[in-house]
């Protein structure tokens, strides 16, 4: 019912509190999926009086990227402590939590239908992006404090689901990464008796390549010698999707296309950055993979390609930097470094141990799909009037 609509600037409020005494160091900055993220800049010696104050329940947002990223970066803060941000950011509140429930206005930025209108707003100057008084204007449903709060009861119940299953899929990865150790830097793996093999006297020779003890009759190669390397592909961003196979790098996903090339998960290697280089990835299945990365397709059948991932994960590799102007691995960098070549059935045991834990990550992960969904047929049922609409309906 249009009567149930009501415009935003009246349930809101500027709020500009500053961190005079500096004494807050919790600087963050806004991400595109509408969160709070650390701040990457070097803030040692910077005057931070001038920055801006964020309370719990409060909001802030940078009005001029819309017009660049298609979205208003709009954040509320959901934890009871202060944090600061750039001055250059707009932070407001809601004046009445009775009237309108804050979780329930970040409902509200977390639509797409709210992100296309920002858009839509934006004017076409240089620096031009959606304003607060533009803000102000949009007509929101504002159904009673009671079904606000239902909703989004509803809504975080989906969302806390999601996170639990993200927290597992962490211990997942953390379970793995133990495993990896206990086997292949303690060598703890089990022998034929199943005891652990250093613990329980397990022969360990001198390997000169290395540089260190290895279990007898495992080896050295270089990555030339196991792996056909290979540079992603370059894609034009304008060729990007809002849906269809991913585009990977290890950076991680940088849209989507209409096709894949790779369609098993590969191994990558960051090859150029400025931060990130040498750091190794698992891409997605049926996914292109820019050329930010190197790929490591495996030619040797009995190199296990889960022992092969987290060898590399646990390596140095930034060491490889060949020291040009831009921080990069090249193909002739990574082909040369060389790689402990354990014994084949223990490659397998490993193998096995880790595509269990992989399959529960493939299932968790499968679930956060179905949950996210279903928060954003939620999110869908929120209906928005704008101005425009409102326009377009007379």
């Known amino acids: 019912m249009k009567s149930s609509y009501k415009r935003l600037g009246d349930f809101i409020q500027k709020v500009n509190v500053r961190n005079n005494n500096s004494n807050n160091t919790k600087l963050v900055g806004l991400s595109m999926t509408k969160e709070f993220r650390p701040h990457a800049s070097n803030i040692i010696g910077t005057d931070l009086s001038k920055y801006k104050v964020i309370d719990q329940w409060q909001f802030a947002c ?13 954040v509320m803060q959901e934890k009871d402590e202060q944090i600061i941000v750039s001055p250059a950011y707009t932070t407001f509140e809601v004046i009445d939590s009775n009237k309108l429930h804050p979780e329930y206005l970040m409902m509200w930025f977390r639509r797409s239908e709210f992100d296309r209108y920002a858009y839509f707003c934006c004017d076409s100057a240089v620096r031009g992006g959606f304003n607060w008084d533009e803000l102000c204007d949009v007509q929101l449903s504002v159904p009673s404090i009671e079904k606000q709060r239902a909703i989004v009861k509803e ?61 007898v009759g495992w080896d050295c190669k270089i990555i030339e010698n196991i792996s056909d390397l290979k540079y992603g592909k370059m894609l034009s961003s304008s060729k990007f999707l809002e849906k269809g196979y991913l585009v990977f790098s290890g950076y991680g996903i940088r849209g989507f296309y209409s096709e894949y090339m790779y ?52 390596q140095n590799l930034r060491s490889l930097d060949s020291g040009s102007a831009q921080s990069q691995i090249t193909i002739g960098d990574l082909n040369c470094y060389r790689i402990l070549y354990p014994e084949v059935e223990i490659q397998e045991q490993f193998g096995k141990h880790i595509l269990q834990l992989e399959q529960k990550d493939i299932n968790n992960k499968k679930q956060i799909s179905t949950l996210t969904e279903l928060s954003d047929i939620l999110l869908s049922r929120l209906s928005m009037i704008t101005p425009i609409q409102k326009e377009l309906s007379m």
Request: aromatic share 12%; proline share 5%; charged share 25%.
């Open 155 to 215: 809504y975080n119940s989906i969302v806390d689901r999601i996170k639990l299953k993200e927290q597992l899929n962490q211990k997942l990865e953390a379970t793995a990464q133990a495993l990896y150790k206990h086997w292949f830097v303690d060598f703890e793996f089990p022998n034929e008796y199943g005891k652990p093999y250093k613990s329980s006297g397990g022969e360990m020779v001198y390997n000169e390549e290395l540089n260190q003890e290895i279990p």
């Open 263 to 314: 369609e098993n998960p590969e191994i990558l290697v960051l090859c150029r950055g400025v931060s990130g280089t040498g750091e190794v990835r698992m891409s997605p299945a049926k996914s292109y993979i820019t050329n930010l990365s190197i790929v490591v397709d495996i030619i040797d059948d009995d190199m296990n390609k889960q022992f092969l991932y987290h060898y590399l994960k646990n």
């Open 62 to 74: 940078d009005f001029m990227s819309t017009i660049r990223v298609r979205k208003l970066p709009v």
